[in-house]
């Protein structure tokens, strides 16, 4: 056999074996949710007024948010995952903020000044900073493992953006929980958990996604 077809034999052998990197950003990542879906549903569940808040925009912007920013996190990790340059980083990474700038923007008209600090510190901050970086966790795990069966090129950006899709999804599942809607209240506390979660994935990136 010569050289060539011997090193594209054993090429094509690997890329057998290997699972393409989109079944494991979805098997991966879906383990990860359930793990953190079944820990909700299990110590937390959904608020008691869930169904009655349906038809309220202020509680429904809240998922609009909190799944863009898993959609625009996922969108960049998935990017990230392959051996090439990104460039500058894609401005659709700013939608989610761009959209909770609105909302805020939107809230400074129907709402009294006086109760802006109100709506801002909320009722559980201090639950919404523990618990979305808490359900983060497994999520961001399961990125971590289908990005290592990559090959990401710059493995800092990449765990970021595995951080902000892992937040994401986590304050997906606490937002059916917390009984803060307000924007201000998502502006401060979500996106201070959300943070958290970002620089994680920073720096673990750093130490666990280089090849």
Known sequence: MKTDDLIAALAADNDTKAPPIERAFTRDLSAGFLVSAVGFFTFLGVRHTFFASLDQPRFLFKFVFTLTMAASGLALAYR?????????????????????????????????Q??????????????????????????????????????PSDPRRAGAAAGMASAGLAATLYAMNCPDDSPFFLAVWYMLATMLVVTLGWFAGGRWLRW
Do not use: S, Y
Request: hydrophobic residues 65%.
């Open 80 to 112: 990230l995952a392959r051996p090439v340059a990104l460039g500058r980083t894609p401005r659709k990474i700013w939608l989610a903020p761009a959209l909770l700038a609105l909302a805020c923007l939107a809230e400074f008209f129907l709402v009294p």
């Open 114 to 151: 006086d109760q802006w600090a109100a709506r801002m510190i909320g009722h559980n901050a201090i639950h919404c900073l523990t618990l979305v970086p808490l359900m983060a966790l497994a999520p961001l795990a399961g990125l971590f493992l289908a990005l290592k069966q990559a090959a």
